[in-house]
């Protein structure tokens, strides 16, 4: 607690008491880390009425908060753009005298912003109170990081983490819409990276989060080691979440599990990571689409650089994600930018289908563009409207729910064509130039065979079904639309009689979205995909439940991170612990390059089940619902399949 007023958490070298009283010292720090405590009563978040508003403008605390992830709006002197500074001159010269380049370094994630030209490279007021055993990464182009030990639940085991690391540099103001330009920092300079509260980048209906987001968080058991390391990539269609998620990410403990250097990274998410209308694209540069797919790879960068330090080995990356984390595992596989900085893959549940290119992509997404009221007449007006308005007001338009990708856990076409695709991942010249189920076309190629886990499982869709209150109901909504599908009055009596004999309509209805939009496209896309050379593609079917759950969106990485899992068995009864096991061993035969199971061969040849067994693990050489795919298939209902 600095001079024992602030109860937020700061380094002990950060000194001079009188001076953080008097320049609003314990307003920064709330700011700085996120919280909003009581003391000094003006922490705006916490719904107070800033009593302190001319001093904070004499004092230039608008600079300082547009330096600390926020635009908080304090004192009204933030402008949405987080391009106000008044009186920050003024404050420079206080700061100087107080140490407080110190402190910005340690609570400000490293970004020592350079304002007032004192945060200097070496980084100064490094005193003798900072030697410690805190573990520090000497890397090559993100200083030297200093993070923290932890023991784990065994309590004796320890880990090394890393939190909030930057990546790449704020992509605000001109730098919106554009590739990700690369943080460096001198190899000399001190970067703490002590501080795990999340940093999300803009999402949800009220915009929340912030544009300046590219951050990762490093987990290692060894510093001077050289494992394998597993690259988190988080779902949310796109468009919530974070690298850093409780219960959705690696963790020390998780980390131990898999014994790897895990890395979870944050992405630009929904308009903002992914635009692909023609205002925006910079043929100079690139520019079309999937600019939160380039993040993904410049992350992919930083860890070929750095992940040495780390006691990483950066010939031996995994890259795993799940939902839309899968499907830009998928992408990313179809990307001659993150060609060679990966060597495994695991793709949990993704959308396998991208049907789009970016010319499509500007159409799909031009209402959004009137909808944010850029209407002006020419292309340039219209560029400089989406570069000039707020953050948050590019995500409430994707949240309407008659927009994209609002029937994709659902029947097709229920809300007509726009609700079939989210809209984001697009086939462009330069990111993602084939998709997936065209990679076979690819004129890349990684230098030595890589492998890739693609994996869904059986309930995808469950939770549509599960909303259904009678069986006769489930039967009324199956028939009526399977009938504006097939043009046919009998389906019904064939999804009861051949698709899934013996199971109630609920059950079937779950059953039968989850075939249609994911098992059997998947399928498909795998085995397209497996027709070209140096990659070798394993398919995964999840069957796997422990009641009372089943085997829903998001089950497999439920059970590897723990997440409600532990909520339902807090005590992970042994069923549940056995499977939890057993996806944490696939995991780390996967990054360590061994054969998950001896008889499990590249698809089409076989495939891998997990199911409510002793073994749990069966391979079959049987593609995944096999029987169920073909009738889908002689339906013309596979066609229908997930599409980001």
């Not at 490094?126 to 993070?147: L, R, S, V």
């Not at 927009?403 to 010249?429: C, H, K, L, R, V």
Request: include cysteine.
């Amino acid at each position: 607690a600095t001079c024992g007023i602030c109860s937020c958490e700061d380094r002990p070298s950060a000194v001079g008491c009188k001076n953080f009283l008097a320049y609003g010292q314990c307003v920064v720090n709330p700011v700085a880390n996120f919280e909003c405590p009581a003391t000094c009563k003006f922490c705006g978040e916490c719904g107070d009425s800033l009593p302190n508003c001319e001093d904070r403008a004499a004092a230039g605390q608008c600079g300082l908060v547009d330096m600390m992830h926020g635009c908080k709006k304090t004192c009204q002197l933030c402008g949405e753009g987080c391009t106000d500074a008044t009186g920050l001159e003024q404050f420079c010269a206080a700061l100087k005298g107080s140490d407080q380049c110190e402190l910005q370094k340690a609570n400000a994630y490293t970004l020592c912003s350079k304002s007032c030209g004192f945060c200097e490279e070496e980084g100064e007021n490094q005193g003798e109170e900072e030697i410690n055993n805190d573990p520090m990464a000497a890397t090559k182009t993100a200083g030297i990081i200093q993070g923290r030990t932890v023991t784990l639940k065994d309590g004796k085991t320890q880990m090394h983490e890393f939190h909030n690391i930057r990546y790449g540099v704020s992509p605000t103001g001109n730098l919106r819409f554009r590739p990700p330009q690369r943080h460096i920092v001198s190899n000399t300079t001190k970067v703490y990276a002590t501080d795990s509260r999340q940093i999300t980048c803009v999402q949800g209906d009220d915009g929340q989060g912030s544009e300046d987001c590219l951050f990762l968080h490093v987990r290692s058991p060894d510093l001077n080691g050289s494992r394998p390391v597993i690259v988190w990539i988080h779902g949310g269609a796109l468009k919530i979440g974070s690298g850093s998620d409780a219960g959705y990410s690696f963790d020390s403990e998780t980390t131990h599990k898999v014994d790897a250097v895990t890395v979870n990274i944050n992405y630009r998410l929904g308009f903002l990571g992914f635009s692909s209308v023609r205002e925006l694209w910079d043929e100079s540069e690139g520019v079309y689409a999937n600019n939160g797919i380039r993040d993904m790879v410049a992350a992919l960068d930083w860890i070929q650089e750095n992940i040495a330090a780390f006691g990483g080995d950066p010939n031996s990356v995994t890259i795993m994600g799940e939902s839309a984390g899968g499907t830009s595992v998928l992408a990313l596989t179809c990307s001659p930018l993150a060609n060679n900085k990966f060597h495994t893959a695991a793709s949990l549940s993704p959308a396998p289908e991208m049907r789009f290119t970016h010319v499509q992509g500007d159409a799909f997404q031009r209402s959004y563009v009137d909808l944010l009221g850029c209407t002006q007449h020419t292309p340039a007006l219209r560029k400089q409207c989406l570069l000039n308005l707020p953050a948050s007001k590019f995500v409430s338009p994707l949240f309407h729910p008659s927009f994209a990708g609002s029937a994709y856990f659902d029947f097709p076409m229920t809300n007509g064509p726009q609700g079939e695709a989210f809209g984001y991942i697009m086939i462009d010249p330069v990111v993602v130039t084939v998709a997936p189920r065209n990679l076979k076309d690819a004129n890349f190629a990684p230098k030595s065979p890589i492998k890739i886990i693609v994996s869904n499982t059986a309930e995808e869709n469950w939770g549509t079904a599960s909303r259904i209150q009678t069986e006769h109901a489930a039967l009324q909504i199956m028939a009526y639309n399977l009938h504006t599908l097939t043009h046919r009055h009998d389906i019904p009596l064939i999804v009861q009689q051949q698709l899934y004999p013996g199971k109630g309509f609920k059950d079937a209805y779950s059953l039968l979205l989850s075939d249609m939009r994911s098992t059997c496209p998947t399928n498909d896309v795998v085995g397209a995909m497996s027709l070209g050379k140096d990659r070798d593609f394993y398919r995964l079917y999840v069957a796997h439940h422990v009641y009372p759950m089943r085997a829903v969106h998001g089950y497999t990485a439920t059970f590897i991170f723990g997440g409600y899992v532990n909520a339902v068995f807090p005590t992970l009864i042994e069923e549940a612990h056995q499977f939890a096991e057993h996806m944490h061993a696939m995991l780390r035969k996967l990054a360590w390059d061994k054969d998950v199971e001896d008889s499990w061969e590249p698809f089409p040849a076989t495939s891998m089940v997990y199911e409510k067994s002793t073994q749990i693990s069966r391979v079959t050489e049987e593609q995944p619902q096999q029987a169920v795919c073909e009738i889908l298939t002689g339906l013309d209902l596979v066609k229908y399949g997930w599409q980001n």
